[in-house]
């Protein structure tokens, strides 16, 4: 069984930024993806960005197109955990940002898919908002 843990939500200015941490504990795994999930009222779930790793591998990561070039997304090997970083936030960014993890380096047409990641955490709001 592997624990999530969201921190780093909260309320923040246009233009302003954030970072959102995620780590994942309990069973361990040398292949793992871990990316983040958002979903905002009264829509649906939506893929944010993710990165895949396998052994000893760096990690490829992805970006969804509506957020490329504003957020990026790294990890921490050593705590297993990654970071969402947000940058230039605009107020249809406001959701609820969940963490997501499966311990498998998922195929590259998988990774934007929720459905395929099976440990999920509470999940942190960010509201952007004057």
């Known amino acids: 069984q592997v624990q999530v843990v969201e921190s780093g939500g909260g309320l923040v200015q246009p233009g302003g930024s954030l970072r959102l941490s995620c780590a994942a504990t309990?069973?361990?795994?040398?292949?793992?993806?871990m990316g983040w999930f958002r979903q905002a009222l009264g829509k649906e779930r939506e893929f944010v960005a993710t990165?895949?790793?396998?052994?000893?591998?760096?990690?490829?990561?992805y970006v969804a197109d509506s957020v490329k070039g504003r957020f990026s997304i790294s990890r921490d090997r050593a705590k297993d955990t990654v970071y969402l970083q947000m940058n230039k936030l605009e107020p249809e960014d406001t959701a609820v940002y969940y963490c997501?993890?499966?311990?498998?380096?998922?195929?590259?047409?998988?990774?934007?898919?929720?459905?395929?990641?099976?440990?999920w955490g509470q999940g942190t709001q960010v509201t952007v908002s004057s």
């Open positions: 990165m895949r790793w396998s052994g000893g591998h760096s990690g490829d990561a």
């Open positions: 997501a993890v499966v311990n498998s380096r998922l195929i590259t047409s998988s990774v934007r898919s929720g459905q395929n990641y099976n440990y």
């Open positions: 309990g069973r361990t795994s040398s292949s793992r993806t």
